[in-house]
């Protein structure tokens, strides 16, 4: 959280992004060139803003993201 600066990207035509982009303390913009660009991406941001002339799609699918582990853990009864 001490790393706030700021997050740009700028994609073209052939440019293709998959993955977690994970900056929660940080402004994001992600700029769209004039053919666009794919991102097969969750995008976490303290502000995220989309601009450009062209068209980002943006295509989630969970296998291909950051998922935090879940701790195993140890349940008494009785």
């Known amino acids: 959280m001490s790393n706030d600066g700021e997050v740009h990207?700028?994609?073209?035509?052939n440019w293709q992004v998959t993955?977690?982009?994970?900056?929660?303390?940080?402004d994001v913009t992600i700029n769209g060139?004039?053919?666009g660009f794919v991102l097969r991406s969750q995008v976490i941001g303290y502000t995220v803003a989309l601009s450009g002339s062209g068209t980002t799609t943006i295509s989630y699918s969970d296998d291909q993201n950051y998922d935090a582990p879940i701790p195993p853990k140890v349940e008494l009864t009785q």
Do not use: E, R
């Open 9 to 13: 990207l700028n994609g073209n035509a």
């Open 19 to 26: 993955g977690t982009i994970l900056a929660p303390a940080s």
């Open 33 to 35: 060139g004039s053919n």
